[in-house]
């Protein structure tokens, strides 16, 4: 499985913007698709994760309400809508698919196999 991420860039807080990650190649058991940010010197974390079979999702407290994860399986693409983007929310955006079918999409980075190649977000204030 391959995947890019694109759609980051500098933008202003309270503003927002649309990544996206697209997946090649053997994707039929991408079951999970998620979102992760990092800042350089701290642990990459996990934002938002969408269930492709049955489209349920999982955020962090800190971006509820905020941020939007949706996907199109046709597409293979997976979209995250970042509203009111705070300076915060600057990070290095990574999207990763997990093969596995937990009961509940994990928000821990080890039980993603497959890495983006990740698109900086920064939000000035």
């Known amino acids: 499985v391959q995947l890019q991420a694109f759609g980051g860039g500098l933008v202003q807080a309270e503003d927002s913007l649309r990544l996206s990650c697209v997946a090649s190649g053997r994707t039929s058991s991408s079951y999970t698709v998620g979102w992760f940010r990092q800042v350089p010197g701290k642990e990459r974390e996990f934002v938002a994760g969408?269930?492709?079979?049955?489209?349920?999702?999982r955020y962090a407290d800190s971006v509820k309400g905020r941020f939007t994860i949706s996907g199109d399986n046709a597409k293979n693409t997976v979209y995250l809508q970042m509203n009111s983007l705070k300076p915060e929310d600057t990070a290095v955006y990574y999207c990763?698919?997990?093969?596995?079918?937990?009961?509940?999409?994990?928000?821990?980075?080890?039980?993603?196999?497959?890495w983006g190649q990740g698109t900086q977000v920064t939000v000035s204030s």
């Open positions: 990763a698919t997990d093969s596995t079918l937990l009961p509940l999409i994990s928000n821990s980075q080890g039980q993603y196999d497959y």
């Open positions: 969408i269930r492709k079979t049955s489209g349920s999702t």
